[in-house]
């Protein structure tokens, strides 16, 4: 499932690629479960800025005589964006949407068909609930406001996307082993101190795995078709049973809401 970084890689990649590109149609290829009232508008507009909200990404549309309209891609489990340059070597399998450009394709691919697609007449349409973990608006002492009122588990609160936006379940373990966390601490348990920690592990990993491209795991590919490489320096996901690379101690599997959290127990004490 693609979390914030590998999203925001995507978006980052499409930019050079779609920015100023005027829109020539959309076509959709599976109008049971990916409707799109209104994609007539977004003929004849350009592109003209492509960015991340949340977990979507954004492409906005502008027109000379009209207002800016937003195309929200949500990309859910196993949505894939891929730009070609044109019509050549397109594979056609799970592929759902095509958007097309007057120098290229934007293919949308979704084996798993939960991707979604959304017109938005303004920015509050596609605004996240929750705050951005890399905003400035971020701070500790944010953070720890929205952590005091909540008794939830540390794991199971960082992928709540009404809080912060974006983790999902690799990021919310390496996040938590970074920060020295236990994650089945409860989130209003943690002093000042911790709360720094965990603010700054929550930087210093989303902008390591943005570096790195995105996680290699399940069918993540860029806007490229390539794998990300963050997968090699995963410390403590999907490595149950491995030695801890900091104490030495085994890294353990739990299931939280019926998904894995991995941990170092030495590391992070309960
Ligand atoms: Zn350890």
Redesign the pocket.
Known sequence: VPELPEVETVARQLAPLLAGQRVAGLTLLDRARLPLPGRGRLRGRRIARVFRAGKQVLLELRARAAAPLWLAVHLRMTGRLVYRPGARRVGRRHLRAVLRLERGWLLFYDPRRFGTLALHESPAGFAPAGVEPLSPALTAARLGALLETSRQPLKLWLLRQDRLVGLGNIYASEIL?HARLHPERPASSLRREEVARLHRALRRVLRWAIDCCGTTFSDFQDAHGVSGAFGACLAVYGRAGEG??????T?ERRVHGQRSTYF?????RG
Do not use: E
Not at 244 to 249: A, N, Q, W, Y
């Open positions: 082993f801890c690379g900091r104490c030495g101690g890294i170092c127990p030495g590391c992070q």
